[in-house]
C-alpha cells in the first residue's frame, strides 16, 4: 500500500505522484482509492484494492536508473520484423511497466527512426513510451525534464553511433559485360 506523497509509475502513463487517498462510491459500492497526480496535470484515479493488479509500482531508485540509461546506449535487441508483431511487442512491455523493457522500446524505435524511420502508429508510440520514461527518470533524479530528455537523447545517439554501420556500396566487381557465346 501506497502511501500520500509517494511517487508511483502508473504503466501507459507514466510516473506521478499520490496527492491524496479518496473513498468513492461508484454504482452503490465503496471503494478507496489513489488519486495520483501526472505529468502534464493530469489526475488518474486507481482503485487501491486494484492497484497491484493494473501495474502501479513505486518509482526507481538512483541506482536502476543508471541501469536505464546503459539500456539506451546498449545495441537494439531483435524485433519482428513483421509490424503488426513487432507493435504488439511493443505495445506488450510498455503495458508491463518494467522501466528496462520501456527503455528498451525507447532506443529501439528510436534507433529504428535514425535508420529507416517509422510509421504514424509507431512514432506516436515511440513518444508514448519516451514521455512513461522522462516521467520517471525526472522523478527520480530531480534534474528537470529537459535536462532528462536530453540525457536520453545522448544515450540514443551515443548508440545509433558505436551499433549502425553505414554500409558502404562495394565496387563493382565486373566493369565490363562479356557476352555468352555459346
Same mark, same amino acid.
Given at each position: ?49 486494484k492497484a497491484d493488479q493494473v501495474g502501479v509500482r513505486g ?49 529501439? +524505435? ?16 515511440? +513518444? ?55
Open positions: 500500500m501506497f502511501n500520500v506523497g509517494d511517487k508511483v509509475v502508473y504503466p501507459m502513463h507514466g510516473a506521478g505522484i499520490i496527492e491524496n487517498i479518496e473513498e468513492k462510491n461508484i454504482s452503490g459500492q465503496k471503494q478507496e482509492y489513489y488519486s495520483i497526480k501526472m505529468p502534464g496535470e493530469v489526475k488518474v484515479m486507481v482503485p487501491i484494492a518509482i526507481i531508485d538512483e541506482e536502476t536508473a543508471g541501469k536505464v540509461f546503459k539500456v539506451l546506449e546498449a545495441n537494439s535487441t531483435e524485433m519482428s520484423m513483421n509490424w503488426n508483431k513487432r507493435y504488439r511487442d511493443n505495445m506488450e512491455k510498455i503495458k508491463s511497466g518494467d522501466v528496462y523493457e520501456v527503455a528498451d522500446v525507447v532506443r529501439n +524505435l528510436s534507433l529504428k527512426q535514425k535508420d529507416r524511420g517509422l510509421s504514424t502508429a509507431e512514432k506516436k508510440m515511440l +513518444l508514448n513510451a519516451k514521455q512513461i520514461l522522462v516521467s520517471e527518470l525526472t522523478l527520480v533524479s530531480k534534474l528537470g525534464q529537459e535536462k532528462v530528455e536530453e540525457m536520453i537523447e545522448t544515450k540514443i545517439n551515443t548508440s545509433f553511433e558505436e551499433y549502425t554501420k553505414v554500409e558502404e556500396k562495394a565496387e563493382p566487381t565486373i566493369k565490363k559485360f562479356i557476352p555468352f557465346e555459346g
